[in-house]
């Protein structure tokens, strides 16, 4: 059982809105991701941290914001949410590059 | 082009069925390829690693194949079962990365019917 985990798992807001989806591990892994998915589309990374404060943007550009204070924390922010970030937002963590990585339930957004 | 090929895209078969699914790939240096399966509205779940000096290894009705000189591998699943309905996604590690990026296929999605 992977702990890791992601709330909330749905949200519904309003156009405008500022919102952080959270994503906690409590396994010491130092890696951690953020992925966007489509449904029944493939995962994009849109941000992955290596380490305490060492954030980078992935290979499909995104306009939120990511930040790792904490090595289990990696909380991910839209200061203003629009209809084109309706999406399904999967959070992971691994250990170093080979360790297997564990996904979180994910968070379904959906902005009106 | 992308560095992870899987086919079939979709496939549907009937319970009780065997399936194969491939994923080609060119990422080089390769570290590792793992098995995904996802769920509907779920987050994927590990199935099978396979590092470049393995070519066979088993997980219950789930068997994954790896040929890494033509860079190819395969997930052969027994017996279907109706809970086996899901996106299999194969991942794989880049050797030399050091942010421990992993690339994506783009997935089969699999429906046993009864």
């Known amino acids: 059982e992977a702990d890791i985990y992601q709330t909330p798992r749905y949200l519904v807001i309003g156009t405008g809105k500022k919102i952080t989806l959270e994503c906690s591990q409590t396994m010491g892994h130092d890696k951690m991701y953020w992925y966007q998915q489509d449904p029944g589309m493939e995962l994009h990374l849109i941000h992955y941290s290596y380490g305490v404060n060492s954030t980078e943007k992935g290979d499909l550009s995104s306009e939120s914001t990511v930040s790792r204070i904490r090595t289990e924390h990696f909380p991910l922010t839209l200061e203003s949410a629009r209809p084109s970030h309706t999406s399904q937002y999967l959070c992971?963590?691994?250990?170093?590059?080979?360790?297997?990585?564990?996904f979180g339930q994910g968070t379904r957004l959906t902005v009106v | 082009k992308n560095q992870v090929e899987q086919s079939p895209q979709s496939l549907i078969i009937l319970e009780g069925k065997n399936c194969t699914l491939q994923c080609n790939y060119t990422v080089s240096p390769f570290s590792n390829l793992r098995w995904y399966k996802q769920d509907t509205g779920r987050g994927p779940v590990s199935l099978t690693i396979m590092t470049f000096s393995e070519n066979t290894k088993s997980n219950g009705r789930y068997t994954a194949t790896l040929d890494a000189d033509t860079k190819q591998s395969s997930l052969h699943i027994t017996a279907s079962q109706l809970s086996d309905s899901a996106s299999y996604i194969c991942v794989v590690s880049p050797g030399s990365s050091n942010t421990g990026k992993l690339i994506f296929g783009q997935g089969t999605t699999l429906q046993v019917k009864p």
């Open positions: 992971a963590s691994r250990k170093g590059h080979m360790g297997e990585a564990f």
